[in-house]
């Protein structure tokens, strides 16, 4: 098949990237390389693949000959309050209508990623897809957006998308910002780790190569208009997750506590029955051998010269 990847370079779009190249279909991969992080990251997450540089906000996405389209790319992290609103705005809504605008053009199916931060501090636990949506964050707010806005091109002129509720990606690459990326830093450099909140805040937290398998099995057979949690299977809290990090490290970590950050959910606990039924997919890692891997790679980078 042939296929676009949007935010190629980013944590879960070079795996993705790496994962469809191997199973032999036709790529082009394109990101923004915004710099919410440092680019220099993007370019060694990409680094066994060509990407082009490309803005979806303004510049246009030519897709006649395409199949499908991931659409990866976006402005991440929960924690958007404050000025950089105009940059979630911009990056996922603005970004996100020209994508589809696009694909319905050429009539390409898109899967689209979005967030279990749409939730925001959910009505019930463990949560399925069609609890109502109450995001507490501004990010929450534009991927929830987003999600509607796929709705709206399918309706009107009848777009295939497909959306996926992505909970706490991890694993090696994983952003920067993000907690376990801080924690196994932290733990290398023999620095010390904010810790926002008492520690009992919790996730499913999902291994970034069964997010990857989530995300093909989409594209290949999902329903146009589905919509499906892509979660870890089990919910660890972030004291969990830190002790089994010092576990597999054989390391203590130096905690420094912080107030809760606003944006934040208490709890996050995704209901995958939907996706199990209709596309045989369930997460097959255990947070412990994705917080290997995730250590592995971190200590190794870190020792590097
Ligand atoms: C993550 C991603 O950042 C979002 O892009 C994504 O959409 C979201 O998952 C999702 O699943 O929808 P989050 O759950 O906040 O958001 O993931 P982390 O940044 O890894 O944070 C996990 C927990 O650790 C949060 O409670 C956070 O407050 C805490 N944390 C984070 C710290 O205590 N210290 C830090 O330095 C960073």
Redesign the pocket.
């Known amino acids: 098949m042939r296929y676009l990847v949007t935010g190629a370079a980013g944590f879960i779009g070079s795996h993705l990237v790496e994962a469809l190249l191997a199973e032999g279909h036709d790529l082009v991969a394109v990101d923004c390389f915004t710099d919410y992080y440092d680019p220099a990251l993007k370019e060694e997450n990409a680094a066994a693949f060509d990407v082009s540089r490309l803005d979806l906000a303004e510049e246009d996405l030519a897709l006649d000959g395409f199949d499908g389209v991931f659409h990866l790319a976006g402005q991440?992290?929960?924690?958007s309050f404050g000025s950089a609103f105009a940059d979630y705005a911009r990056r996922n809504l603005i970004a996100t209508q020209r994508v589809f605008e696009s694909a319905t053009r050429a009539g390409a199916r898109v899967v689209f990623a979005s967030?279990?931060?749409v939730y925001g501090d959910a009505e019930s636990y463990p949560t399925a897809e069609d609890i109502q949506p109450e995001p507490i964050s501004p990010?929450?707010i534009t991927?929830l957006g987003c999600e509607q806005l796929a709705h709206a091109y399918a309706t009107a002129y009848g777009l295939e998308a497909v959306v996926l509720?992505?909970?706490?990606?991890?694993g090696p690459r994983q952003?920067p910002?993000?907690?376990?990326a801080?924690v196994v830093d932290a733990l290398a450099r023999g620095a010390s780790?904010?810790?926002?909140?008492d520690?009992l805040?919790s996730?499913s937290f999902t291994y970034v190569a069964d997010a990857v398998a989530a995300t093909v099995a989409a594209m290949d057979r999902a329903q146009a208009g589905a919509l499906y949690n892509v979660g870890g299977g089990s919910e660890a809290t972030?004291r969990d997750a830190i002790a089994t990090l010092e576990d597999v490290s054989g390391l203590t970590l130096e905690l420094v506590t912080?107030p809760?950050?606003a944006g934040?959910?208490r709890r996050?606990s995704a209901d995958t029955s939907r996706i199990e039924r209709d596309l045989g997919w369930r997460a097959t890692t255990a947070l412990v051998d994705g917080l290997r891997a995730q250590w592995e790679w971190a200590s190794v980078r870190v020792a590097a010269p």
């Open positions: 991440p992290g929960v924690r967030s279990s931060s990010y929450g991927k509720r992505y909970f706490t990606v991890y952003r910002d993000m907690a376990f801080r780790f904010e810790l926002y909140g520690g805040q996730r972030m912080r809760a950050a934040d959910v996050t």
